[in-house]
């Protein structure tokens, strides 16, 4: 693991200071050259000494070398109540297509049939995210669930392609999510090391039921942003092209859409059946 610094020609300078005052005040910005130097700071509470919203760090997945964003300190509440702090980084670009979840034939709702079910906790998705077989097990959630089909639910987990170091830090975390009108609206909640973003955590404002959640500090930090700032901020890259990626969240009026991000970076959605581009979130507690 390492920490990346991309500056601008014009900060550069400015960044050199401000690492050098960084460097005196704690004398240890040489010493953080694994995640587990990173866990250490986190577990201290220190993380905010160390870390800004927009910081790079890298680690592989599928052995390839990923930029990963810090986009919260203490943003998410370790589900182990013996630890407080967490550090929240997200993939910066979309690491490759999945489905979110499978059309469901015997589904008496008929959006469900043809294009699958927006509800995350039942999502092919979010099992996929947490496991890490090196052949991934889909296991139903519900009477009318059917096993999603290709890649990447033929092959292995997704912690079992991260990197280990990296897997070895990050834990559980207490997340919600709105729950679609025709489940009977509200929230559910759930505990996991890997997630999908919600609507809430990227834009702001609400739909449907979204007690606990709120932007994460990267994000709200586009708020204030130019325009076209905060929008590139919300772009991501699949081999170099602009690619919708996928939240967690449901278009609480619809059974079949959860909500995603298009290439220009707006909110929209889609059909549940369909193929976006992953952006996971972990924390480092």
Known sequence: MEILNLPTAEQFDEQILVLREIAGKMGLVDTISSWKDVQAIVRRGQAQKYFAAGDALVANYDSNPVIWDVIGINHDTPTDTARTYSLTIQARDCLQNVQFDAPEPTNPDTNRQQYGNNRYIHSAIKQWLNSDETSFTWVSQHEYDEAPTGAPYDGVGYLARLDPDLVEVIGAVDKQVAVATVDGG?????????????????????????TGESPYAYYANLAGAPTTDAIAGRIKLLSETTRYWWLRSPRVGYSQSPRGVVTSGAVVSSGARDTYGLAPACCII
Not at 202 to 208: I, L, M, N, R
Request: proline share 0%.
């Open 186 to 210: 509200g929230q559910d909640t759930f505990s996991d090391k890997v997630f999908l973003l919600s609507r809430v955590e990227v834009y702001g404002g609400d739909e449907g039921t979204v």
